[in-house]
C-alpha cells in the first residue's frame, strides 16, 4: 500500500512567537504516523511581526514544509480557504498556530479517518484561557445557530478538525465570500465523527477574536446558514399589524360612541416610536442580507497570494 498524504493546515496571523513552539511538537507527532506522508502548510494570512521569516526558516529545515504568503491579512476563513486550496493530493488537518489545538490529538483524527469517516471534528470539552462572558457568548451562539440553520453545526466545534479527500474537494467547490467555515463543513456532509478533546490555553500572544469580532462572526454565521430572520421580522410585522387593527377599530368605536375630544398625544408617540423602532430593524435585517448579496455579486477572489513556496519534497504534483 502507497503512504496516504496528509498536510496539516495553519493559518497564521502574528503568530511568530507561537510557531517555533508547535513545529517541533507537530513534526513528532507527524514522524510517529505510520504509512502517513506527512506535510504541513502554514498560510502567513499578513502578518505585521516576524512570522513570514519564522516559516521561511521552518520550512528551510524541513522539506515537509510548504509555505503561503497572502497579499494582505484576509482573516482566517480566508487564509483558511487558500491553504485547502494549495493541497493538492490526500486529507488535510486543520489546526490553529497558537496550539490550543493539540497536534498530540492527530493520531486519532487519522485513525477514526482510516476507519472511513470524512469529516472529523474536534469538539471543546474544556476550554482554558478564555473568560466566563466568552464561553457563555459562545454557548448562546451555538444554541440559536442550531436551531435556525437547516445545516447541522455542531455545538463547541472549532475548525480542528480533518478532512478526508472526497471532503476537502467538496468544500473547494464553495466560494462564497462570506465564509462560516464551521457551516461550510457541515454543509459539505458526508460521514462526520465528532473527536472530543481538551482545548488549551493559547501558548503565547493574545486571542485576535475579541467580543466584538465574534458579534461580527456570529452574523455571520447566521445570515450565512438561515434566512429565518426575514422569516421572523415577516411575523413580527403581521402581529403588529394585527394589533394596529384592533386598536383602530377601538379607536374608531370609541370616537363613533363617545365623539373624538383630540386626545391619546401619549397613545399616538407611543405607537408611532414603537412601529418606527420596528420598521428600522426590519429595514436593517433586509440590509444585513442586502449587504452579503452586494459583497457576493462582486466576484471578487477570496484572497490574493503574494508568495508561494511548495514542500521541497512535493512531487509531480504542482500548483
Ligand atoms: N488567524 C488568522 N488570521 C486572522 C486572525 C487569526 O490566520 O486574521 C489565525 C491565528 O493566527 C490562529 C487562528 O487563526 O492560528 C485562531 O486565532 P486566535 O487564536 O486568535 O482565535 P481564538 O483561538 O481565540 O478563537
Ligand atoms: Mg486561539
Redesign the pocket.
Known sequence: MTAQRLTVV??????ALALPLLHPRLRAVLDGLDDIEGRVLY?D?GSGDATWSVMQALAAADPDVGVLRLSR????EA?LTAGLDFVDDGAVIIL???G?DPPELIPEFVALWQQGYDNVYGTRLARDG?SWLKRSAAAAFYRVIGRLSKTPIPADT?DFRLLSPRALQALGQLRERHRFMKGLFGWVGFRRKALPYHRHA?MVG????GLWKLWNFALEGITGFSTAPLRVTTYLGLFTASVAFVFAVWVVAKAAMYGDRVAGWPTMMAAILFLGGVQLIALGLIGEYLGRLYEESKQRPLYLVDTWQPPIVADSAVH
Not at 10 to 15: D, G, Q, R, S, T
Not at 73 to 76: E, P, R, T
Not at 206 to 209: A, E, G, H, R, V
Open positions: 495553519i493559518a497564521a496571523h502574528n503568530e498560510i494570512d491579512n484576509f482573516g482566517k487564509a490553529d498556530a497558537d490550543q478564555e472549532g493559547r493574545d486571542s485576535k477574536f
